[in-house]
């Protein structure tokens, strides 16, 4: 009345408060309150005067919506935990999801809309941020994957309830974006099932005999605070940097997605093929763990999860191993010696010194030995045609196999008796000749010596 403004107190035992206006008329002004709750989101007002007509000349109403205190607001990188604010690099795209929860168990509250608006504090620049429902959590808002350019940002959010009340939020310097390396933690097992046979590195230990194949289990964390999609190469070589053809390490899922700070096991499994190449020699064998970015191929930075007292080794992504084949030992015996002697290149080389007559046959006998710890199938077989002292090829003179198995198992310790003959024409033009046999056996070392004629 009269232009006057007057103050209630919530706190009295009567909420009425006499007022005069300028010309001493007095007036009773009662506040009255009360929840409402409209089912269909729609309130209407009446108002009626209970004797005479009285002219109301303005009546404004006035609603507010208070939150309660245990409704939370979830906003994060796409399968991220943690807690906010979130560090992001301005140089990959990020995905955001958004959740409104309810009550200690923060259950999911449904909404019916969201939309989002990035402002950078420093220019307060405003970036749209468009929300789409989750096809896969109705509750659940998520955006398409973009990049937040180097600054710090407010998060202003407009959100409507399937009531159709809606409401904002606004989170303070949520998202900081700005450059930062990005690294992966490696963290090895030991002790226990997959464990490695060192501590500062990817270590299987000894294979070859007894064992051809070991994993060795590690796990993989995200040092950033945003999810990473990479994928595991591994590379090895032996003592002379030769690589194997195929590969001997497979990583139990090629492609991980790395959340920051989650945990996430990794497999490494060593194989050692039955047939290795020539070319490769035992001994120590060298490689390396490479993790790659799934999207752009970038090598990703490997680091250790925690120090590491007393290591030597500068990269914890390090693989070793020892390749250690069984062996043979060769012997061709003749009267009272033994026609076979070792060369540098691991051939043997024997001489039958025997006149070439028609129709001549001669058997040779090929002792095998291993040194394995466990029985062995070991083949011998000719190998490569007949050849004269020149190192021409001789068709007329063939060395078979004779009375014996070409393969047999050979207990450790025993010995394996393979006969050959040497078969020759009639017309034989030579009085010497070489042919070559091949000693081989799974997961073991091969020889190919010569035997001469």
């Not at 198995?405 to 034989?428: M, N, V, Y």
């Given at each position: 009345m009269g232009n006057s403004t007057y103050e209630f107190s919530l706190d009295a035992k009567s909420n009425a408060l006499f007022v005069e206006d300028a010309q001493g008329n007095i007036a009773t002004a009662t506040l009255l309150l009360d929840h409402i709750d409209p089912a269909a989101g729609a309130v209407t007002l009446r108002c009626r005067s209970p004797d005479a007509a009285v002219a109301a000349p303005a009546c404004s109403i006035f609603t507010s919506m208070r939150l309660r205190e245990d409704l939370q607001l979830d906003l994060r990188p796409l399968l991220t935990s943690g807690d906010g604010p979130f560090q992001i690099a301005p140089e990959h795209d990020v995905a955001w999801q958004c959740e409104l929860r309810l009550g200690a168990s923060l259950a999911p509250y449904p909404l019916s809309a969201l939309e989002g608006v990035l402002i950078e504090q420093r220019t307060r620049q405003a970036t749209r941020l468009p929300f789409l429902v989750d096809p896969e959590h109705a509750e659940r808002f998520i955006t398409q994957s973009q990049p937040v350019p180097v600054?710090?940002?407010?998060?202003?959010?407009?959100?409507?309830?399937?009531?159709?009340?809606?409401?904002?939020?606004?989170?303070?310097?949520?998202?900081?974006?700005?450059?930062?390396?990005?690294?992966?933690?490696?963290?090895?097992?030991?002790?226990?099932?997959g464990a490695s046979f060192r501590r500062d590195q990817i270590a299987f230990g000894v294979l070859g005999d007894l064992e051809s194949t070991r994993a060795?289990?590690?796990?993989?964390?995200?040092?950033?605070?945003?999810?990473?999609?990479?994928?595991?190469?591994?590379?090895?070589?032996?003592?002379?940097?030769?690589?194997?053809?195929?590969?001997?390490?497979?990583?139990?899922?090629?492609?991980?997605?790395?959340?920051?700070?989650?945990?996430?096991?990794?497999?490494l499994t060593l194989r050692v093929p039955d047939e290795i190449e020539t070319n490769l020699v035992d001994g120590l064998f060298h490689g390396e763990l490479n993790i790659v970015r799934a999207d752009t191929g970038e090598t990703i930075e490997i680091v250790p999860f925690q120090e590491i007292s007393g290591s030597h080794t500068a990269l914890v992504s390090?693989?070793?191993?020892?390749?250690?084949?069984?062996?043979?030992?060769?012997?061709?015996?003749?009267?009272?010696?033994?026609?076979?002697?070792?060369?540098?290149?691991?051939?043997?080389?024997?001489?039958?010194?025997?006149?070439?007559?028609?129709?001549?046959?001669?058997?040779?006998?090929?002792?095998?030995?291993?040194?394995?710890?466990?029985?062995?199938?070991?083949?011998v077989l000719p190998e490569?045609?007949?050849?004269?002292?020149?190192?021409?090829?001789?068709?007329?003179?063939?060395?078979?196999?004779?009375?014996?198995?070409?393969?047999?198992?050979?207990?450790?310790?025993?010995?394996?008796?393979?006969?050959?003959?040497?078969?020759?024409?009639?017309?034989?033009?030579?009085?010497?000749?070489?042919?070559?046999?091949?000693?081989?056996?799974?997961?073991?070392?091969?020889?190919?010596?010569?035997?001469?004629?």
């Open positions: 600054g710090v940002y407010d998060v202003e959010l407009h959100l409507e309830l399937e009531s159709g009340a809606g409401f904002e939020l606004l989170l303070s310097g949520w998202i900081v974006s700005r450059s930062q390396p990005e690294q992966v933690s490696l963290e090895i097992t030991q002790p226990g099932e060795v289990l590690v796990t993989l964390r995200s040092e950033v605070d945003y999810p990473l999609s990479v994928r595991c190469r591994v590379r090895v070589a032996d003592a002379n940097n030769t690589v194997p053809q195929t590969d001997w390490i497979e990583a139990q899922r090629q492609e991980l997605l790395l959340a920051p700070g989650k945990p996430v096991p990794l497999r390090d693989i070793s191993f020892e390749l250690r084949r069984p062996r043979f030992d060769l012997s061709i015996p003749y009267a009272f010696g033994d026609w076979a002697s070792p060369r540098e290149d691991s051939d043997y080389r024997t001489d039958l010194r025997v006149s070439v007559g028609p129709t001549l046959s001669r058997i040779v006998t090929v002792e095998v030995r291993h040194q394995s710890q466990k029985p062995r199938h070991v083949s490569g045609p007949v050849l004269d002292s020149q190192g021409q090829v001789v068709s007329a003179l063939r060395l078979v196999p004779f009375e014996s198995k070409s393969t047999q198992e050979i207990a450790p310790g025993g010995t394996g008796r393979f006969r050959f003959l040497f078969e020759c024409d009639a017309d034989c033009p030579v009085d010497s000749a070489t042919a070559g046999v091949r000693i081989s056996s799974p997961g073991g070392g091969g020889h190919s010596p010569r035997c001469c004629h």
